[in-house]
């Protein structure tokens, strides 16, 4: 358990201080969302972009406007495939996409090192006595959180949505304040969109993160069976979850005002 607790806490303090940073530039903005609705769940109307214009001539080059904008990777190295920009509608995902969007989480190179150093963190805790010391139980340790961010993937972004007819993308609000957008982004673990874009409650995640929790009984030490052990892994999967939700919200405005990476 203290494994998955200091995940939790690792991903939450990312995503807070990613929203501390970019708190004040939100806040600016938030007198002209009042009329918003808090929580916006059903996808906007497509926009129609303007066609680019002709360069004038002595004209001055501006670093682009990302704010909202996701890329396909942070940092060009964390995936984030399956993150929408603001006010952009996108059709319904197949059963192909989830399946091909949740491998692509899965089996990409960043997945293999987080899972390295998520066992290196677990190992040095000694989590699990079970697993001994040494280099045979740091090879353990590894398959086990491998194992247990992959079955986790494929039963919320493929097998739940595609039986709930679910989306499982996420879905930038990218305005209005700090507060709000924070509220929004750790919402989407209750309530996501159908295929229709119309607001539901996320069975995918809560089901998908439970079911992970209770597959992974089947590999674990039976000391770390028990059902409230269970539990515990599948409110911090949750709990997780949402704070990736919160960096990924606040990730446009990072690119944008520090990084301006473009895919």
Not at 16 to 44: H, I, K, N, Y
Not at 53 to 61: E, K, L, Q, R, Y
Not at 167 to 178: E, F, I, K, L, P
Not at 214 to 227: C, F, H, I, M, N
């Amino acid at each position: 358990m203290r494994r998955f607790a200091l995940r939790l806490r690792l991903r939450i303090l990312v995503a807070l201080s990613v929203a501390m940073t970019c708190g004040r530039g939100a806040f600016a903005e938030s007198a002209a969302d009042a009329s918003s609705p808090l929580l916006p769940d059903a996808p906007q109307a497509a926009q129609n972009a303007p066609k680019p214009s002709h360069p004038v001539p002595g004209a001055i080059a501006t670093q682009p406007n990302l704010a909202g904008k996701q890329t396909k990777r942070i940092l060009g190295v964390i995936p984030n495939f399956r993150s929408v920009s603001a006010d952009v509608t996108l059709p319904p995902q197949s059963a192909r996409d989830r399946f091909s969007e949740t491998t692509q989480d899965s089996f990409d190179y960043s997945a293999f090192l987080f899972a390295g150093v998520l066992a290196g963190i677990a190992q040095s805790e000694n989590s699990f006595p079970e697993f001994h010391t040494g280099a045979p139980a740091f090879a353990r340790y590894y398959w086990h959180t491998f194992a247990d961010q992959t079955d986790e993937n494929y039963e919320v972004e493929f097998l739940f949505p595609t039986v709930f007819r679910q989306d499982s993308r996420y879905y930038t609000m990218g305005h209005g304040n700090v507060l709000k957008r924070a509220a929004y982004s750790f919402s989407r673990v209750l309530i996501t969109r159908t295929n229709a874009g119309h607001s539901t409650p996320n069975f995918s995640e809560i089901l998908g993160a439970g079911g992970a929790s209770g597959v992974s009984d089947l590999y674990y030490p039976s000391q770390e069976r028990t059902w409230t052990k269970t539990g515990q892994r599948w409110i911090v999967n949750v709990g997780l979850d949402g704070g990736t939700f919160i960096f990924k919200e606040f990730w446009p405005d990072m690119n944008s005002r520090f990084f301006h990476q473009k895919d």
